[in-house]
């Protein structure tokens, strides 16, 4: 019986095992913990590998869109749009900013939000449009910047674009990188990601000096220097260890990216893009004018129970990304409007993750294609919203 795991962290870090030992007793010896020459390494390099000006190394994926929201002015009576498909996590900074999360739809086809939903939500209180690259699928750059620069809520640039990069190291958008687009984007490198670190860690992709200067004293209790905040700040820094972890751990990410690309199109192949017949399991796809960091594997199951144990009989992992849409979740409940995510419903009842990492074999992956393909269920796949 095969035994496939959804991820194994393992083999990919251990390639940059023995050198990250190696700096890590330097690290040790030098007792620079926190902050210091390898934090500000990480930085240098990941924003020369996104082609971006300005990186700013935080301590979580939470902490980089908190973060951003502070520095966009966000507050009290003041709306984000977020998306209804997406992790639970990712509108908890719009509550902690006294702000009101307002839930865009999203597409069927990759998961990403909807524009025609998020211009619908554009109100006089809009002040950012949070933005998920959902299993580091591109959402449609070109129609959300359409929104923010034709709202005329909007005259004075005072809705920001926060890109939530969290899945998406590496994708790209019209040949840049994620990330790179809005006014904030917001990295997490929680171990699974594709560039994973050690434990938890995150960073914010800003295009001036200012705004950079602005979040690094943020992360850091509103301090220029020691002892002297400026305003109140938060402590959100990134840890050297992680930083160094990164820093090995970035040349791989382009490699890893095109391994991902190869076996998910292996997948994409077999299963065949959906269909107007709507068939039983389909894949969610990027848009065609990004690439994709192929973060996940997710399809679209018609009867994702049936597929569930046909993976857990073969000894096959599997993740069910997202259980349920936002705006249905207890904490978000009171946010709620009326029946106006539909397409986030439906992902909620039908989507499901298989396993895509660089250590999986040909063989491994095939071995996934035959349990999605043979046999394919014949109910339709989800209801037309």
């Not at 046909?310 to 709620?336: C, E, S």
Request: glycine residues 8%.
């Amino acid at each position: 019986m095969p035994n496939i795991p959804f991820l194994d962290l393992y083999a990919g870090n251990r390639r940059v095992e023995a050198a990250f030992f190696r700096d890590l007793k330097t690290l040790y010896r030098a007792s620079a913990f926190i902050g210091g020459p390898a934090v500000d390494a990480f930085e240098r390099a990941f924003a020369t590998e996104l082609d971006g000006p300005h990186c700013v190394a935080v301590s979580s994926g939470t902490a980089a869109l908190h973060l951003s929201m502070v520095a966009a002015g966000i507050g009290p009576g003041d709306e984000v749009i977020v998306p209804a498909f997406t992790f639970p996590g990712a509108a908890g900074p719009v509550l902690h900013r006294g702000a009101t999360p307002v839930f865009a739809d999203v597409n069927l086809r990759d998961g990403c939000l909807n524009p025609e939903s998020v211009a619908r939500a554009v109100t006089k209180r809009t002040r950012a449009i949070l933005v998920t690259h959902l299993f580091g699928h591109p959402a449609d750059l070109d129609a959300l910047q359409a929104i923010v620069r034709g709202s005329s809520s909007n005259p004075n640039g005072r809705i920001a674009l926060i890109e939530d990069a969290a899945q998406a190291h590496g994708g790209s958008w019209r040949g840049r990188a994620l990330g790179s687009h809005g006014t904030f984007g917001c990295f997490s490198f929680y171990p699974t990601k594709n560039l994973g670190a050690m434990g938890d860690a995150g960073a914010i992709m800003v295009k001036t000096r200012a705004l950079a200067e602005r979040l690094r004293r943020l992360r850091d209790h509103g301090q220029v220097k020691r002892f002297a905040p400026l305003e109140a700040g938060f402590n959100a820094r990134m840890d050297a260890v992680q930083a160094l972890f990164l820093r090995h751990k970035l040349p791989l990410l382009r490699a890893d990216n095109a391994r991902r690309a190869a076996l998910a199109a292996r997948v994409v192949a077999a299963l065949g893009a959906p269909e107007n017949d709507e068939p039983g399991i389909a894949p969610l796809l990027p848009d065609a004018r990004g690439a994709s960091a192929w973060h996940a594997l997710a399809v679209r199951a018609a009867r994702r129970g049936a597929l569930v144990a046909t993976l857990k009989a073969q000894g096959i992992g599997h993740q069910i990304y997202y259980p349920a849409a936002l705006p249905d979740l207890p904490v978000y409940k009171a946010f709620a409007r009326r029946d106006d995510v539909p397409a986030a419903r439906a992902l909620a009842r039908a989507a499901l993750a298989v396993p895509l990492h660089p250590a999986l074999s040909r063989a491994e992956i095939d071995t996934v294609v035959k349990a999605l393909t043979s046999p394919r269920p014949a109910s339709r796949l989800y209801s037309r919203p």
